[in-house]
């Protein structure tokens, strides 16, 4: 028996359709959705398989029998499991109040189920990953058009300049957005790339400038300078929208050209040949805002200089620049439902852990929240004790800077709990495992995918569930149930779910059999980019000088401060991906694992002669927080302030014995350190000294 299912990958956040073969129950082939991505899938989709047959992912309900992180355990039952796990809340509750009670997760899209858990008893303490990767990137936006990040994206395909600032376009990966760029670069585009070492995507670009590590913004603020002093904006645009412009002018009138060339390392007379460049190309111009945006405390500022750069050259909302995302309702469509909507269902209320929307984080999005607070408000009991975490898709102590902060602060826990599909550093260090099913053994909530063309994306299970696991949706409502309050999941199927969620739309699940998804537009749905854009900020303009900022005692152009270098011997630790490893997910995943074991520290040529380190040395490499042994990587390719790790390596759990102590953790060295603004960590904050190893 063979059969062809159209679902949705999850071996990354990104998504992507996919097809999946199964033949005799066997999943034998995975490739991309024809309909949408040409058939292509990255080799992390292509591993969906090996992490389908993996022994070492987790098989069944676990509850802890020795001392936390021991690796101990018990196997339980769901119904144990569950039970155990509900008494416990019950009593941390009854005895501390809800709201010490926090559950976070990788935004998915059963998130709207966890936030109804959530409300149901009476926490505001959902969170998010979001600010850990871009929650700097999400103020910066609503500060500048009242909307956040995710309600935008970029028209890559139709673009004749793309500007990259550190996004590793063809490492760190979105399919889509690759073919498109890909697309456009055949029809002429020219693609410019900064960043501090020499990657896959430098080899993509036109023009590649290794700039000093953290200096993108004084480069920003340059080119802001070239094109109002020589008139090289888009003018109509700017008139019609644009608000605070004579401030923007005073504030840029220090950082010439000349000045920027002493911070950035990048000649001037180049910085203004990228200025009229760009102009030339108005509006269909990427000022790249970013994926992860969260490398050092001014994050926001270097973020909202990019969108800036976006609004001189008019291409917000343009053909081959930046769009707002279209919803159904954009569409002619009824809305799309989700079960944080029910009328019944109390509103989070109360003081949040994290401080956003208060005193401390007054601007960043509740809706997230900012997930590097949660090890400093367990610490310090600030605003109030928390008791008890739950984490689902998530391991907040990798993906949290700082894991020894971090393994301290969830050790005064009374109650940790991991949803999850493998045993992350969390689940290992947790009370109770409730594992979940893999996205090939499961359905999930529909996708719904604004854009200018809105679509809704089905994940079907494709094959029975291998082991004793079950999905996200069903694990919440168990527990939802235990704890009184089973009446906001008013469902028992997946597709008792689907139809919640379509409930108000004209859309049958069988709509979904021909090609997995169902298009809510024909065409492209752009509004008049003079005429009829919907800024949300208070003036319906792109401000500037922010009434968000400014409301709350923020300075919209605050004077730049020079990046510091590393003291003589030390380097900046940097960060980020490989195509084939997700974050902290794969590093043990039987293929992937073998592709890319482990990590190295790259480090600049002339710095390693100095400290007697040669290529593929093991080095030992320590912070103020941390310590890591590693191979060195030595090149020419990085600047000398910096060094680089890929994230995810250094794993420390032992039952993932093809990753175990391979390379050395990112985490382990990197300070706590947070925008205070926008939310994001910064990841690129901490200096690392480098030694051979002894
Ligand atoms: N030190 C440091 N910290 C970082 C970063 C960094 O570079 N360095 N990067 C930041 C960024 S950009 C991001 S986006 C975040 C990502 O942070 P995380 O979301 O924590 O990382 P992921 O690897 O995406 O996924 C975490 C967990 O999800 C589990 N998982 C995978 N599939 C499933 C599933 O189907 N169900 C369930 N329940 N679990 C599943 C994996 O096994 C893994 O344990 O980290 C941020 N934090
Ligand atoms: N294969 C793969 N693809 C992914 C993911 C994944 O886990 N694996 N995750 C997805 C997610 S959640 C995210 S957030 C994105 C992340 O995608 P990106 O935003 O592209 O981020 P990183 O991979 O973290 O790469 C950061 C780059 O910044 C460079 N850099 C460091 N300091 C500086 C500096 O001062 N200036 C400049 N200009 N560059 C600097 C680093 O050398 C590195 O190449 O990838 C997405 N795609
Ligand atoms: S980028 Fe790769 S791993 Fe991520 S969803 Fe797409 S195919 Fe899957
Ligand atoms: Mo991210």
Known sequence: MRKEVYSICFMCTIRCPIKVTVENGTVTWIEGNSHQLNGALCAKGSAGTALLYDSERLRYPLIRAGARGEGKWRRATWDEALDYTATRLKEIIGRHGPQSVVFGERQNLNTHISKTFMRAIGSPNHFTHDALCKGSVNTAFRSLTGYTDAQVNMDFANAKHVILYGRNFFESLQLKPIQALMAAKEKGAQITYLDIRSTVTASHAHRFWMIRPGTDVALNYALIHVVLEENLY???YVNKWVSGLPELRAFVEPYTPEWAEEETGIPAQEIVALAREVS????????????????????????RSIIILNALMGSIEAKGGLFFNKGPADAGWGSFRSLTEQEELPKASGERFDGVGGKKLPVCDPAHGVASMLPLAILNEDPYPIRAAIVNRFDPLLSVPDYNLNKRAFDRLDLIVSIDVNFSETAWFSDVILPESIYLERGDSLQLSS??????????????????????????KRLAERLGVGRYFPYETIEDLWKFQLQDMDITIGDFDGKGFVSLAEKPIFWDRLTGIKFKTPSGKIELVSSLLEDNGFPSFPAYEAMPSPPEGSFRLTTGRCAVHTHVSTQNNPYLSELVPENTLWINSDEAAKLGITDGQEVEVTSDYGFGRIKAHVTDFIHPEAVFMLHGFGRQVSATTRCFDKGASDTALQANVTDMIGGSPALHHTFVRVRPRR
Request: a positive charge.
């Open 234 to 236: 888009d003018e109509a």
């Open 451 to 476: 854009g200018l063309k809105p679509t809704l994306f089905m994940r079907r299970q494709c094959v029975p569930p291998r082991y004793d696991t079950k999905p996200q949706w069903e694990i919440v």
């Open 280 to 303: 030339r190309d108005k509006p269909q111009v990427i000022f790249n805002f970013g994926y992860r945006g969260a490398s050092h405390t001014n994050e926001i500022y270097l973020r």
